[in-house]
């Protein structure tokens, strides 16, 4: 048989559709177990992967990782949803995690529509035989199947922050950021703003076209620039630097009628650097509000189903005058106190 129709690994696995005249119209996820799907005649089922061709929770269309907004953007295409390679297609057809690589940034579950994908912390996919699932090699009607999860209801939260989760995904990151090298941090940023429902493009590395590290827009209603910046030397620059992608880019597209700027970070750099008090300047002197967004802030939006869009603009500016990172953004983000204890940690608090 063809190896086009099949690749090199043989028939293609089967995937799986609804038993006929089942619609979906809610997906309620959770953290620690698999969703629950209620369906238009009343009855529930446990979710159940799919396995679809195009495993969007392992793989962008190359229309997400481009620029709309900026389309002669020289985007790096990677495809990869997982930042930390931590995914990977099974023989079965499902997708598999590997625990220990797992970060549970949530963005391969926040792409699964049928909620298959849960984090406990890290992610776990569910494949299991149910009687309202029937095995099909036919990909359209998995496609159909598909198609009537992305229009359910979506709710629940897929993981809360507490003291270990918070500690353990600062650890892991670190530990890939070492692995993987000086891509991580913009691949894992680009990713979680897309999961977030920001259009996003990473620069091509070595390409000098443009200096910004992403640039941002559509589907998102603002058109916008980011730096991902690790570590808490490197941060610093990022104001300035993103003065410098600002200007270049309303050099080439002209003055937007609405423009923002944001770093993403994995630590807050402390207030007695000059970071807080740059930001402060520059929205001051051109009126450019520079957000500062942590990597666990958009975990955060991430597990909990939340888009940027629906965020109050200015949510994410902090500077030299506000109190707390934790009270002006975090806690107004998920609408309650954090289930953290107050011990400082410089993903959630600004040190003295
Ligand atoms: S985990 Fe979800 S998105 Fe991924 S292949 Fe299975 S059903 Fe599709
Ligand atoms: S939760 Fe994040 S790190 Fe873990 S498998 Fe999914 S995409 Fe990869």
């Not at 238009?40 to 229309?63: H, I, K, V, Y």
């Not at 997400?64 to 900026?70: C, G, T």
């Not at 620059?237 to 944001?262: E, H, M, N, Q």
Request: charge should be neutral.
């Amino acid at each position: 048989m063809s190896q086009i129709l099949f690749g090199n690994h043989g028939p293609a696995a089967p995937s799986k559709t609804l038993r006929r005249g089942l619609i979906p119209i809610a997906v309620n996820v959770t953290a620690t177990a698999t969703g629950i799907i209620e369906f238009s005649n009343g009855s529930t089922a446990e979710a159940t992967c799919l396995r679809c061709p195009s495993t969007p929770c392992m793989t962008f269309a190359d229309s997400e990782v481009v620029s709309a907004s900026l389309p002669e953007f020289p985007a790096d295409r990677n495809p990869s949803v997982c930042p930390t390679g931590a995914i990977t297609k099974t023989i079965s057809g499902a997708p598999s995690v590997n625990p220990d690589a797992c970060m549970f940034c949530g963005v391969c579950a926040s792409r699964c529509p049928v909620g298959a994908i849960y984090l406990n912390p890290y992610a776990v996919v569910k494949d299991q035989p149910h009687p309202d699932f029937l095995e099909t090699r036919d990909s359209k009607e998995t496609a159909a199947s598909f198609a009537l999860f992305s229009s359910a209801a979506r709710r629940g939260v897929f993981l809360e922050e507490s003291d270990d989760v918070v500690d353990e995904l600062r650890s892991r990151m670190e530990r890939a950021w070492k692995t993987i090298g000086d891509r991580f941090p913009d691949h894992l940023a680009r990713n979680l703003l897309i999961a977030a429902g920001v259009g996003a493009a990473m620069r091509r590395k070595g390409d000098v076209f443009a200096r910004m590290d992403l640039v941002l827009g559509a589907p998102w209603p603002m058109y916008g620039c980011a730096e991902a910046e690790f570590g808490d030397v490197a941060v610093l620059d990022a104001p300035r630097d993103l003065l410098d992608d600002v200007a270049v880019s309303v050099g080439r597209l002209g003055k937007p009628t609405s423009l923002i700027a944001l770093v993403v970070t994995d630590v807050l750099p402390n207030r007695r650097s000059e970071y807080w008090r740059i930001v402060q300047d520059i929205r001051k002197v051109v009126g450019l509000s520079i957000g500062t967004v942590t990597v666990l802030a958009l975990c955060m939006i991430v597990w909990s189903g939340r888009r940027m869009r629906d965020l109050p603009n200015d949510l994410f500016h902090v500077d030299i005058d506000t109190p707390s990172y934790r009270q002006a953004v975090l806690e107004p983000l998920v609408g309650r106190p954090l289930r953290i204890g107050s011990e400082p940690r410089p993903s959630v608090d600004i040190a003295k």
